[in-house]
């Protein structure tokens, strides 16, 4: 019953990932979610034939993965949406067709009568942008030239001539092209109106309604957590406050620093909105996590770089700060032989740190020479919630697509350099997860993600010196976050 649980809740949140790929491909979203689910469905087979105590063959793993993998990349390219409608040229035509004379070719609609094109041309100072080529796109204009200043100055420059000339009709953007050539992009701002805030009474009322839910549905949660056959009450209700508080303290900060910063930059965005979930038997944390959504596009890659990084570093360190104190009032016990099948209440009964190196340091700190390698912990409630908010986090700052990490490695290195980044973190991951089985839902989901986020209207102009140094420390504290303790630090420690 466990299997078919697990597998229907992986089931929900890959369709939730696949719909998000309509933009991209004409592919259908169910086509998608059955070449991705099929591995999961070969193993939860093979685990209901064959049982949990038998050891699934290596091959059984690998191969359903990567031809799925690659099945699931060729339905995407295949139905992959082009960025403009015009036909592609030298396209065949089979011998049958050869006397049918094509329909005429439409233009594309122009989205500037001409005077306002000669209006456009005088927003680029030869001397900043010397522009050649203007061309039409659907909502969009491009306009292709030779740069001739600093990347911030043209675009700022470029950006206050066209909010002159045109108001709020278009959004200004600055990208880099196929040949490294920056060019500008006028696209039609769909709300034609300035950036207004989104909190309002309304959305208030909905963002405290469902905090409040979701304390309660984390609360009960505690009771599946620590015990399923604690009986329901509100004494035993109770027990589950620590739990709750410090698990939606640390999401709510994520979340909020997140907001912060957006607002800051003058970027539309909801309020945090969390989820809640009542517990599950496989998945009993009472909350899907927390999120807001940006309404408008990120202006710069510092932006998009303080963005992702302010919300996530503010709830890893307090998120830490809580695991040190859970772990503190935390019990030592001894470590207990690995059972074949995974329950989640016994392996927070008898935690292991070692899988992570942060984790173990932050457990050494907090418990010093009584965690050895023959102890284990029984973890607080404090500690249980921090280090739930941890993985989250964690989760998120994996550099691939629209999470943290991979915004932050967009900002770092251009939206092309973070794509093919993201494909090879991706693969390494997964042999990762082939040593460490508890990664491997993590791979997988990852390789479920576009690679590619939404670029910033000022996508060229880089991070200074300071955010890139910043940026490489987060990345190698997510590397410290996923990668296990190697033996050598192990004797160091006495773990």
């Known amino acids: 019953m466990n299997a078919f649980a697990l597998l229907f809740l992986l089931g929900i949140i890959t369709y939730l990932i696949v719909r998000r790929l309509a933009s991209v491909t004409r592919t259908p979203a169910w086509l998608l979610w059955l070449v991705a689910m099929t591995p999961a469905f070969i193993w939860s087979i093979w685990g209901i034939v064959k049982g949990a105590e038998k050891t699934m063959p290596s091959e059984l793993v690998v191969i359903p993965f990567i031809v799925c993998l690659v099945l699931y990349w060729c339905l995407i390219q295949v139905g992959r949406i082009p960025p403009s409608i015009e036909p592609a040229n030298g396209s065949q035509r089979s011998p049958a067709t050869k006397e049918v004379k094509p329909p005429p070719e439409i233009p594309a609609p122009q989205l500037l009568n001409k005077i306002e094109e000669a209006n456009l041309k005088n927003c680029f100072p030869w001397s900043v942008y010397y522009l050649q080529q203007v061309e039409y796109r659907p909502q969009a204009v491009i306009c292709r030239g030779q740069l001739r200043s600093s990347p911030e100055v043209a675009y700022r420059t470029i950006r206050e001539n066209v909010e002159l000339a045109f108001g709020n009709r278009f959004y200004t953007i600055f990208q880099e092209g196929a040949s490294s050539k920056p060019f500008f992009a006028l696209v039609t701002n769909p709300s034609g109106q300035t950036v207004t805030s989104e909190a309002t009474s309304s959305r208030l009322l909905l963002a405290l309604f469902l905090l409040a839910f979701t304390f309660c549905t984390s609360a009960l949660a505690w009771l599946q957590i620590a015990n399923p056959e604690t009986p329901l009450s509100l004494r035993n209700l109770s027990l589950g406050i620590p739990y709750a508080t410090t698990l939606l303290v640390v ?122 390698a023959q102890t284990a912990i029984t973890l607080h409630p404090v500690a249980v919630a921090a280090f739930i908010s941890i993985a989250v986090t964690t989760f998120k700052l994996m550099p691939v697509g629209q999470l943290d990490g991979g915004r932050i490695t967009h900002a ?75 033996e050598v630090i192990q004797q160091l420690l006495g773990m």
């Open 251 to 372: 999401l709510g900060i994520h979340e909020l620093g997140r907001y912060w910063v957006a607002r800051r930059y003058q970027v539309r965005t909801t309020l945090p909105y969390f989820i809640p979930v009542l517990p599950l038997p496989l998945f009993p944390f009472g909350t899907f996590g927390v999120f807001t959504h940006l309404r408008s596009p990120i202006p710069t890659r510092r932006a998009l770089f303080d963005i992702a990084t302010v919300g996530a570093l503010s709830a890893l360190a307090v998120g830490c700060l809580f695991l040190w104190w859970g772990l503190a009032h935390s019990q030592v016990v001894p470590l207990s032989a690995p059972t074949p099948q995974f329950r989640l209440t016994t392996w927070l009964q008898a935690f292991d740190p070692r899988f992570s190196l942060l984790i173990s340091l932050v457990s050494k700190l907090a418990i010093g020479s009584q965690l050895t």
């Open 412 to 486: 770092m290195f251009g939206q092309r350099r973070s794509a093919n980044a993201s494909q090879v973190i991706r693969l390494l991951l997964f042999v990762l997860a082939l040593r460490q089985s508890h990664l491997m839902v993590l791979a997988i989901m990852l390789f479920l993600l576009p690679a590619t986020d939404e670029a910033a209207l000022n996508d060229v102009t880089e991070l200074d010196d300071r955010r890139y140094f910043s940026g490489l420390l987060v990345l190698l504290l997510t590397l410290t976050l996923i990668l296990p303790v190697p």
